[in-house]
């Protein structure tokens, strides 16, 4: 499940995340990326849960729809494909997992837009999704590793400048990393599911406002 969160106040937005992805509860690997910024710098995610399933890579299919909207398409048209497509996917692991496991995916989206940031949750369990407009500012996490540390006070980085609610972000996720590695280490049973290294990307929708308007 790992950890990750998307962080935004009227100074711009941040997402960041472990590299940790779990394969069936049984072994890991420390090489995924659950973090985004589009290449002009206008969208920035972060997503957790059910990243891949059999030969579906559900990272790369968001990337996707993300990369290639158009300025026609309205932010929850995009959002609520997204939610369709995680739908899905939850759906698809539940019914052909023996055990029956509880399967959920988690996005978390920042849009720049003219008229102010529009940041969406996106939640999807067992093939059952729901989107939602987050206000702004806000402090978004996910994950198991939400367990490992203090949850974030939104009225904290309301005043933040972007390089500080970087800062924040960053600081947040090693946490979790740390947390859950000295859970590893005192629990002969625990399954580690946050690890590798701190992922991070920021957003400054100002500078982006300024380019579209040249």
């Not at 992805?21 to 957790?48: P, Q």
């Not at 398409?73 to 539940?94: F, P």
């Not at 987050?134 to 198991?144: D, K, N, R």
């Not at 049973?189 to 920021?202: H, I, N, Q, R």
């Amino acid at each position: 499940m790992s950890y990750v969160c998307l962080l935004a106040n009227r100074n711009g937005a941040v997402v960041a995340g472990d590299t940790r992805e779990t394969i069936d509860n049984l072994f890991h690997w420390d090489h995924r990326r659950k973090i985004y910024i589009s290449d002009g710098g206008d969208v920035v995610w972060a997503m957790c849960g059910l990243t891949r399933y059999l030969t579906v890579d559900f990272f790369r299919k968001i990337s996707h729809m993300l990369k290639n909207r158009t300025g026609k398409t309205e932010d929850t048209e995009i959002v609520q494909a997204i939610a369709t497509l995680m739908a899905k996917g939850t759906l698809w692991q539940n019914k052909l997992d023996i055990k029956k496991r509880r399967s959920s995916l988690t996005v978390f989206i920042c849009f720049d837009h003219p008229g102010g940031p529009r940041v969406f949750a996106v939640y999807a369990v067992n093939g059952k999704a729901t989107f939602r407009r987050m206000p702004v500012p806000c402090a978004l996490e996910g994950g198991s590793g939400t367990t490992n540390v203090k949850r974030l006070d939104v009225r904290a980085i309301a005043g933040l400048s972007l390089s500080e609610l970087y800062d924040v972000a960053v600081r947040q996720t090693q946490i979790s990393i740390d947390e859950d590695k000295r859970k590893k280490e005192t629990q002969k049973k625990y399954l580690s599911t946050v690890g590798g290294k701190v992922l991070a990307e920021k957003m400054n929708y100002m500078i982006n406002k300024r380019l579209r308007d040249i």
